[in-house]
RNA sequence: GCUGGUGUGGCGGAACAGGCAGACGCCCGGGACUUAAAAUCCCGUGAGGUAACACUCGUACCGGUUCGAUCCCGGUCACCAGCACCA
């Protein structure tokens, strides 16, 4: 058969759609199997090279499925509020849904192209009313809940964008998509308490499977310490609280430091006698961005409070308190007291600004470095904790603080409260009213949920930091639902996480217009058996999505309380010059054009054994040749088929084998060794001959990686059902085993011979054959064999010397 | 700086409960077919060495454990990713 692939993937590409060959199954009694890949954002500029290995990946692993009888869910949609789309509608004046719908649009036959398996009856999209109207509930359900407030905080401002970023989405100082610088401001925001859930975002991950480095950068990223709170005593009478991971130094607290923002300093002001010095470095250090303040970390600036002094609760001792940036007002209490001889950040300044260095745990050189080391160091210095290691003196401490009612054990999280408002227009409408007779935001009734977005003259953002809705006063100017009074609606959006951070659960009863998805539906489709997402993800739409979720569990909306069973992340594909693919490089790889010179089937192979599914790999104009190739010596085995029974006996062993192969490696994301088996067997076919059955099993296993071609090849030789609806070859694990091995006979380590040894040959029968090999007896003349070492099944193994 | 990860032929990558290093593919060389080229098919292909064998060296580097190490242990170097004054 000649290998017309436009006509091929044309034409089955038609068929499964006619057919509704990937919908999943209203039947809740058949196992059931949820493969999820992240929605993309439909870009203009139509999908990446990098987009359809993880779509293949997953479409594999959704095919493999129902063949082997699950009902799957594999579903698609689109990801489509943010702002490329609302700067392109501003740039060429179309509205942003128009630009949405073209995008959407192109991306969705691009998908078709490769021919994934999608169940196109699920789509969603999160910039549809019937969708965000879910998205603006569950907010609302946060908001009842006292999980979403309003608090006026600096923000990371990104002053390209006009707007307010997470944490998440500030880089090296900078915004995360558009590379311009980020600044602090103070504006008032919609908070999420994602913090309320950090224990459990950290504890939950013991559920489920998820890749090693994922865990690791939640872990990290929610950043938990253990450590005490320390109230200190001020000349002032106050009650000065500190946090500190490293109680047992306590007795070298030689000063304390605060944060320039710390509100003591105001309620200090009568007593400071530097005043001036004190709010002028509080006004310098406010007016550093983010990106200054790490610039600088190396040199630590601060300024003595002159005036009020601490006491240290264990000896009493008074130490003076120093105002210093590094000390960070969102993170434990915003003070520390300060151990120069066993913190870096503490050594360095008290070098600088000549603060008292006690040695409280031997073992360094305090003069000439902080001593850091927990595990070595023993207390000196230190009344009643003389002589214990550093973990006992954590423990004896934290009971004497708790005893004295000077201190406490305490937990801390790096983990911030996520800021949710964006001063933008294309984003869901946030669905609160202010109400000035109330008093307070008031939540608009469920009823009258979608908020839908109001056709404004200009998306402009805006320089004062309000959003494009402001403007639009008729829309902004309505009535209490509560007092039925004036109020003003909120007129900040909602991020683009947020759409995400439930779409798997859409996907799951998409038409429903009484609630996000019914019970039953999330109960049988629930968890995700298997997710695949980048890793640029994991800080957050994976950590959104797992926060939203656990809310919804507690509330009693979804079955489980977490919703991914198993997360994979896969590489990106790079251009052939190994960097980064992008424009102003020159080495972007359109899907378009490889598909019309190579076909899908091709892209699909060639995606998948590129190399390494987790690691990044370089993509390569030759090697995709390699693919085509195979895929031409498939069509090609076509006429080289016969019927009866197998020609050689290595065929049945080698077909168990692939079988095995092939079904273990799509488990395992091992695709490329998975393809390479594939390609094993069709090289013995070519050497052996093949019979129909055996090309059958072939073309099956192969079908999930090249769909198109195999149901080609399926029909052609008179099969009447597609292999869509074939069940996945089984093998018999004791036809995977050989008859006989090929065993390496060493002397001293080194490979002399290989001998041909019955499967079940026994040590000693091993070391005849061995023994009566040419070569082995050769090299065992004028040797004394000192020891002989023979592992069943695999070596053979002689320790000789001269006689 | 901290936390992870990765170093294997000309290239992408295989093989690791310690047991023939380099599967599979690309590139390259030779041959067949062809008037010729492309495509296809066959052969070769880690490095040194040999007429051909033999042999020697080879999994970033140095050392250790072992009959045997790409794999385990200790140290060094390089690259990638994430975090970054988090007390």
């Known amino acids: 058969m000649k290998y017309d692939y436009p006509e091929i993937e044309k034409k089955w590409q038609e068929k499964w759609r006619e057919s509704n060959a990937f919908e999943a199954k209203q039947d809740f009694s058949l196992p059931k199997y949820y493969a999820l890949i992240e929605f993309p954002y439909p870009s203009g500029v139509g999908l990446h090279i990098g987009h359809p290995r993880p779509y293949t990946a997953m479409d594999i692993v959704a095919r493999k499925r129902r063949m082997q ?12 509020f943010g702002l490329p789309t609302e700067n392109f509608a501003i740039k060429n004046h179309v509205h942003p849904a128009e630009v949405t719908k073209r995008n959407v649009a192109r991306f969705k036959s691009q998908l078709n192209a490769i021919g994934l398996s999608f169940d196109w009856s699920r789509e969603v999209n999160t910039t549809d009313p019937e969708y965000y109207k879910w998205t603006q509930w569950i907010f609302l359900q946060l908001f009842k809940k006292g999980l979403a407030y309003k608090t006026t905080m600096p923000v990371n401002w990104c002053t390209s964008c006009k707007c307010v970023l997470a944490n998440e989405e500030v880089v090296n100082g900078v915004c995360e998509r558009c590379g311009s610088e980020v600044v602090r401001r103070e504006k008032s925001q919609w908070m999420l308490k994602i913090t309320a859930y950090a224990q459990r975002l950290i504890d939950d991950l013991d559920t489920v499977n998820f890749i090693d480095r994922v865990n690791v950068q939640q872990k990290n990223w929610i950043g938990r310490s253990t450590g005490a709170e320390v109230d200190f005593a001020t000349t002032e009478g106050d009650k000065l609280t500190i946090y500190t991971t490293r109680p047992d130094t306590l ?11 710390h509100p003591y300093i105001d309620k200090w002001k009568a007593q400071i006698k530097n005043w001036d010095e004190i709010i002028a470095y509080r006004e310098a250090s406010a007016r550093k961005s983010d990106f200054e303040r790490t610039e600088l970390q190396k040199d630590k600036t601060g300024v003595r409070i002159d005036g009020v002094m601490a006491v240290n609760p264990v000896n009493d001792r008074q130490i003076p308190i120093y105002v210093s940036d590094y000390v960070l007002m969102s993170y434990g209490t915003g003070a520390i007291m300060a151990v120069p001889g066993h913190d870096t950040r503490d050594w360095e300044f008290a070098k600088k600004f000549g603060c008292e260095i006690v040695e409280v745990v031997a073992g360094g050189d305090v003069e000439k470095e902080a001593f850091t080391d927990c595990d070595t160091g023993v207390l000196v210095n230190s009344g009643f904790l003389n002589g214990l290691s550093v973990e006992e003196a954590k423990a004896k401490i934290i009971d004497w603080l708790t005893e004295t009612g000077k201190g406490r054990a305490k937990v801390n999280f790096k983990l911030r ?7 933008r227009y294309w984003g869901e409408p946030i669905p609160l009213v202010w109400c000035d007779h109330c008093g307070e935001w008031v939540p608009l009734p469920e009823s009258e949920l979608p908020l839908r977005l109001p056709d404004v003259e200009s998306y402009e953002p ?9 403007k639009c006063t008729d ?17 900040d959006t909602m991020p683009q996480w947020a759409g995400s951070s439930w779409y798997f659960l859409r996907y799951c009863d998409p038409h429903n217009d009484k609630e996000l998805a019914s019970k039953e539906a999330l109960e049988y489709w629930m968890p995700v058996d298997w997710y695949n997402g980048g890793m640029e993800h994991t800080t957050l739409h994976l950590l ?30 790079l251009g052939e010059n190994g960097e980064k693919m992008s424009k102003s490089r020159g080495n972007v790889i359109n899907p378009d054009d490889i598909i019309r010179d190579y076909g899908a089937d091709t892209l699909r192979m060639y995606e998948m054994f590129v190399g390494d599914f987790e690691k990044a790999a370089p993509w390569s104009t030759q090697s995709i040749k390699g693919c085509r190739r195979f895929l031409e010596r498939v069509c090609a085995l076509e006429s080289e088929v016969k019927d009866g029974v197998s020609y050689s006996p290595e065929n049945e062993s080698l077909i168990h084998k692939t079988i095995k ?16 088996a594939l390609m094993t067997l069709l090289n013995q076919f070519f050497e052996k001959g093949v019979n129909r059955a055996e090309f059958k099993t072939f073309i099956t296993l ?21 292999l869509v609806r074939e069940p996945w070859p089984q093998y018999d694990e004791s036809k995977t085993k050989d008859q006989t091995l090929d065993i390496a006979v060493q002397l001293n380590g080194k490979v002399k011979s290989i001998v041909t040894i019955p499967a079940d040959a026994d040590e000693q029968a091993m070391l005849d054959i061995a023994r009566a090999d040419d070569k082995v007896a050769a090299a065992l003349s004028g040797m004394k064999i000192v020891k002989t070492i023979v592992v069943k099944g695999k070596i053979i193994n002689i320790v000789v010397k001269p006689l």
């Open 69 to 80: 009888g699950y009902n799957v869910l594999f579903p698609m949609g689109w990801d489509a």
């Open 251 to 261: 007795f070298g607290a030689t000063y304390m430091v605060m944060s320039p923002e």
């Open 417 to 423: 409260d996520w800021v949710f408002s964006r001063q």
């Open 462 to 470: 805006t320089d004062n930091g309000e959003s494009p809705l402001a």
């Open 475 to 491: 829309w902004v100017n309505t009535t209490c639902p509560r007092c039925g009074g004036p109020a003003r609606r909120e007129t």
């Open 544 to 573: 959104y999505s797992r926060f939203w979720h656990k809310f919804l569990y507690d509330i009693g909306v979804v079955p489980c309380a977490e919703p991914y069973k198993r997360r994979t992340s896969h590489g990106m594909i």
């Open 661 to 676: 192969k092939v079904s273990e490696d799509i488990e395992t994301l091992k695709f490329n060794t998975a393809i390479a």
């Open 702 to 722: 192969l079908n999930p990686f090249a769909p198109h071609l195999t149901e080609e090849l399926n029909e052609r030789m008179g099969n009447p059902d597609m």
